[in-house]
């Protein structure tokens, strides 16, 4: 271990220059403020995911053959197999992933959605996931990008394509609404309204850096 006299901390590697001011390190061997060791904590973060992955498949091999032996309904392990494939993706994308947060919520709730309407139809389909499910996934994920909007104000506008990105799933809802796909149009007429209501905010109460960020986008 070596130690940055500027810095006051200990890094763990072999490196010559501290990370942070790149002044030369000396040799130590007590240890007051250690630099973390980054490649430690990711290193255990993928051996956490490999085991929580190879614990998740023998589960589900114990349920998939306990539902062949016995009354239980293949409903069990099917939708158990997606509860675990959920709680994967948690783990390599959320948490060791190295996309945006706004990527991470956006990702995990179109997979949470796309689990429940898989569910719906292993139960033999009554239609709950995409007449309220679905919807309600839309409004979430717009109370989220009015919430990060409020919170990075200095850079609000990056949000707009997220917001377009709703309206556009919005629509693909009412389009199955027409074919008889969804047949509650009120949680849809909700997330459709409220996914364009905040983008037309957007636009129209952002005024010249909206229009600026969409033709930076749109290239027009």
Not at 66 to 89: C, E, K, P, R, T
Not at 185 to 205: D, E, R
Request: glycine residues 6%.
């Amino acid at each position: 271990m070596s130690r940055c006299i500027q810095c006051n901390i200990e890094v763990l590697d072999e490196a010559q220059h501290c990370p942070l001011c790149q002044c030369a390190l000396e040799h130590t061997i007590e240890v007051e403020n250690m630099y973390p060791d980054i490649r430690m904590r990711t290193r255990k973060l993928v051996l956490a995911s490999r085991i929580y992955l190879f614990l998740a498949i023998v589960a589900e091999i114990v349920l998939v053959n306990i539902s062949l032996f016995s009354d239980w309904s293949s409903i069990v392990y099917l939708i158990s197999g997606m509860a675990f494939f959920f709680g994967y993706m948690v783990i390599r994308y959320a948490i060791l992933g190295k996309s945006g947060y706004i990527a991470k919520t956006v990702v995990l709730t179109i997979l949470a959605l796309a689990l429940f309407v898989a569910a719906d139809f292993a139960v033999g389909y009554n239609g709950w996931s995409v007449n309220y499910v679905v919807p309600s996934g839309i409004l979430f994920i717009d109370a989220g990008i009015l919430l990060f909007m409020i919170i990075n104000r200095k850079n609000w506008q990056s949000y707009m394509m997220l917001e377009i990105f709703m309206v556009l799933c919005s629509g693909v809802m009412l389009i199955l609404y027409l074919f008889g796909i969804v047949t509650n149009p009120v949680m849809l007429s909700v997330a459709f309204h409220v996914s364009l209501i905040l983008f037309l905010g957007t636009v129209i109460i952002g005024g010249r850096r909206a229009r600026v960020e969409l033709k930076r986008r749109f290239h027009i």
